[in-house]
Structures are given as structure tokens and as C-alpha cells.
């Protein structure tokens, strides 16, 4: 079968500018599910959607769909998100000196929109190609940035490849995860008692205070090579003049050793739970489970297909250890051989966040190239 062929810049340029213009943050996808959705039925392709945003609060579901070709079965799945973290201005994406930056202060949305162009790029031309490729599978998630909750909620069945590869690792083309960790995340509930602060402070029970105390016991951070911690969100109080009854914590640790893991979770908890007694408060804790670590072999077939197709385009695998979790540990979990690859966005979550031009059609052809050696290197899985 042919190599790939050349990718118009120009069209995976027009397509992602397009995507990272609509704002999607978590459980808010509708508008950019409906954009994906409309352009693979006018490649004629039947795209499915799940339930997923009833579920869990939200405007759109998963999608999916698969794209016809010279095999029966799909012989791999691609994955990437739909939502993006919660952007704090608008989003006008310019092209400065080969890269694609947010001309605002805020995300840009490369993550995952770089994925997700070059997906209905390489689909547009596997559809259009006089020389058939195998055929694959389509899967885009919601709400990823949140707990990787549309993963959780793909239809059991939905997916009918051996094996995935998922395209959300910020780095240039060519790094392949092979190790990611578990995540256990812990909401924190401080419940005091209101009163003026300024005429009977000593009536009250201040919520706050219980709250910084319990964040200033911890170790927050990177605790050792495989563990970090860290207090993301903290909300509380109505006026500067009452004391506060009422504090809300959002915090998390992660860890490739799950040992480890626990022993953080339990720190913090136990944090928390010494900052409510000292301040006599109560505090309700919910700690939840976000995702399993994964460890793949480079020998596994899911990895060596990556590596044939990263060398077919003269590009040498960098093998990635990760702090970061994806959509990957979630399809590992449920049996399904995947591999998290770097997509070519930087600095995500940031007003700094970019993605060059040159890494878009690039994963393009990293994309056909996989379809087209996957019957030979990953049709076992594993």
C-alpha cells in the first residue's frame, strides 16, 4: 500500500482555527460536538451519540463512528476530547510565526482541538483516497478535563477495534506515554457558624480558617518522582463583615505507586479533618477515584504499531513517563489496548498555549499511517 499522501496545510489549518474559536469547557461541548458531528455526515458517515451529558450534567455526549475501508473490522480506534478547561476571555486564534496562539489572555484550546482537526482532516482524506485503508474508528469525549468522565460512560460495546491510540500528550509529534498515573481526588466541605465579624465575631465559627489551616499542614507539589499533590479550587464566605459557615475544597494526589498514592489521600484527609477540629467545624469529605495508572511494554503490539508508524515518517519515539491521566488509562481499564500520544500542543491550560502549524498535518499523516499499518502491528492487541 502507497505512503501517505502530502497534507494541505491550509485545510488543517482552516479546521482547527475553526474548533479552537467555539469555546467548549467541560459539560458545555454542544456547539463543538455539533460542529464535529455535521462534518463527518457530510462525509457521509454515520455518527453516533451517547447519553453521556444527562448523566453528568452536561450539554452534548460522546461521539463516535466508524469509517469504512478495505477490512471488515476496524482495525484501530483514534481518540481525542471535545472539551477543553474553563477559557476566562475570548478565543481568537492567530498564526505567529508558525505557531497558532490565542491573540486574547487565555487558553488557546489546542488541548485536545489539535487532535480533533487532525482526526477529521486524516478522516476526509481516508474517505476521498482512490486507495482504500483499512477501516477505523472515530471516538471523541466530554468532559475529559473533569475526571475523564465521558470515557467512563462510552457504551460498554460502543468501540469494536483491538486496539486505541488517543492523541492528547502535550509535546511535539513523536512522544509515545507509557506509563501514567492513578488520580484520587478529594472534595472538602467546611461547615461552621455565621456571625458578625465585626460586633460578635466569637459567635461564629469561621469555615475559612478551618480550610487554610487544613491546606497549610499539607505537602503540596511534586513529592517524589512519582507522586504529586495539590489544592486546586477553594471557595467560601458571602461578606467581608460575616464570618464564614460554609468553605468548599477541591483537591488531588496522583502517584504510579498506588502504595504511595494512598498513603497522600490519607494525609490530606487526615489534614483536613485536624483544621475542622481546631476550629470546631464539621467537614464532609468525598474522595473518588478519577483514573488507574497504566504501565504498557514496549513490545506490546498497541506500542510497537506506534513506533512503525512514528519510523515510516523518519521520526524517533520518545518514550514518555506522565503526570498526566487521559481518556487512555479509562480504555486500559476496560480491556481496550491504548496508547497516549504527543499531539504537538504546549504549555495547555495557559494564555501561553500553542500548537505549530507544521505538528497539525504532521499528525495527520501520523494518523493515516497508523490506519493503514494497524492490520499488520496491532490487530492482537495487547
Given at each position: 500500500m502507497s505512503p501517505v499522501p502530502?497534507?494541505?496545510?491550509?485545510?488543517?489549518?482552516?479546521?482547527?482555527?475553526?474548533?479552537?474559536?467555539?469555546?467548549?469547557?467541560?459539560?458545555?461541548?454542544?456547539?463543538?460536538?455539533?460542529?464535529?458531528?455535521?462534518?463527518?455526515?457530510?462525509?457521509?458517515?454515520?455518527?453516533?451519540?451517547?447519553?453521556?451529558?444527562?448523566?453528568?450534567?452536561?450539554?452534548?455526549?460522546?461521539?463516535?463512528?466508524?469509517v469504512p475501508g478495505s477490512t471488515g473490522r476496524p482495525v484501530v480506534a483514534l481518540g481525542a476530547h471535545l472539551d477543553t478547561v474553563q477559557p476566562t476571555d475570548a478565543i481568537e486564534p492567530v498564526l505567529r510565526d508558525g505557531r497558532f496562539v490565542n491573540a486574547r489572555n487565555t487558553i488557546l484550546g489546542a488541548d485536545n482541538k489539535a487532535a480533533v482537526a487532525a482526526m477529521l482532516v486524516a478522516t476526509e482524506m481516508a474517505v476521498s483516497s482512490s486507495t482504500p485503508l483499512p477501516a477505523f474508528e472515530l471516538v471523541f469525549t466530554v468532559a475529559e478535563e473533569v475526571g475523564v468522565l465521558g470515557a467512563k460512560h462510552l457504551p460498554d460495546g460502543a468501540l469494536a477495534s483491538p486496539v486505541a491510540v488517543v492523541f492528547d500528550s502535550a509535546g511535539s509529534v513523536g512522544g509515545v506515554v507509557l506509563k501514567a498515573p492513578s488520580?484520587?481526588?478529594?472534595r472538602a466541605t467546611f461547615r461552621g457558624k455565621a456571625a458578625h465579624a465585626g460586633l460578635e465575631p466569637e459567635l461564629?465559627?469561621?469555615?475559612?480558617?478551618?480550610?487554610?489551616?487544613?491546606?497549610?499542614?499539607m505537602k503540596l507539589g511534586?513529592?517524589?518522582?512519582?507522586?504529586?499533590?495539590?489544592?486546586?479550587?477553594?471557595?467560601?464566605?458571602?461578606?467581608?463583615?460575616?464570618?464564614?459557615?460554609?468553605?468548599?475544597?477541591?483537591?488531588?494526589?496522583?502517584?504510579?505507586?498506588?502504595?504511595?498514592?494512598?498513603r497522600t489521600a490519607a494525609a490530606m484527609v487526615d489534614a483536613f479533618q485536624r483544621g475542622a477540629a481546631e476550629v470546631g467545624v464539621d467537614v464532609d469529605l468525598d474522595i473518588a477515584s478519577g483514573y488507574r495508572a497504566f504501565s504498557l511494554s514496549r513490545r506490546s503490539p498497541v506500542v510497537s504499531l506506534c513506533r512503525a508508524a512514528l519510523s515510516e515518517l523518519g521520526i524517533a519515539p520518545r518514550?514518555?513517563?506522565?503526570?498526566?491521566?487521559?481518556?487512555?488509562?479509562?480504555?486500559?481499564?476496560?480491556g481496550l489496548p491504548t496508547v497516549n500520544l504527543d499531539c504537538g500542543m504546549a504549555r495547555v491550560h495557559t494564555p501561553e498555549e500553542y500548537?505549530?502549524?507544521?505538528?497539525?498535518?504532521?499528525?495527520?499523516?501520523?494518523?493515516l499511517t497508523l490506519v493503514r499499518l494497524a492490520p499488520e502491528n496491532g490487530s492482537r492487541g495487547g
Open positions: 502530502e497534507v494541505n496545510q491550509e485545510r488543517v489549518e482552516e479546521v482547527f482555527a475553526r474548533l479552537v474559536a467555539v469555546p467548549s469547557p467541560s459539560r458545555q461541548e454542544r456547539e463543538v460536538a455539533d460542529l464535529v458531528a455535521g462534518y463527518l455526515r457530510d462525509l457521509g458517515l454515520e455518527v453516533r451519540e451517547d447519553d453521556t451529558g444527562s448523566a453528568i450534567g452536561g450539554t452534548a455526549g460522546n461521539l463516535w463512528c466508524r488520580e484520587q481526588s478529594i461564629g465559627r469561621n469555615a475559612i480558617q478551618a480550610a487554610a489551616r487544613s491546606i497549610a499542614a511534586r513529592l517524589d518522582e512519582e507522586t504529586t499533590a495539590n489544592v486546586g479550587v477553594i471557595h467560601g464566605g458571602t461578606a467581608q463583615n460575616i464570618v464564614p459557615d460554609l468553605c468548599v475544597v477541591q483537591a488531588e494526589c496522583r502517584s504510579h505507586n498506588e502504595a504511595e498514592l494512598a518514550w514518555v513517563t506522565t503526570g498526566g491521566g487521559s481518556d487512555a488509562n479509562v480504555f486500559i481499564a476496560r500548537v505549530a502549524a507544521a505538528d497539525l498535518a504532521l499528525l495527520v499523516r501520523l494518523m
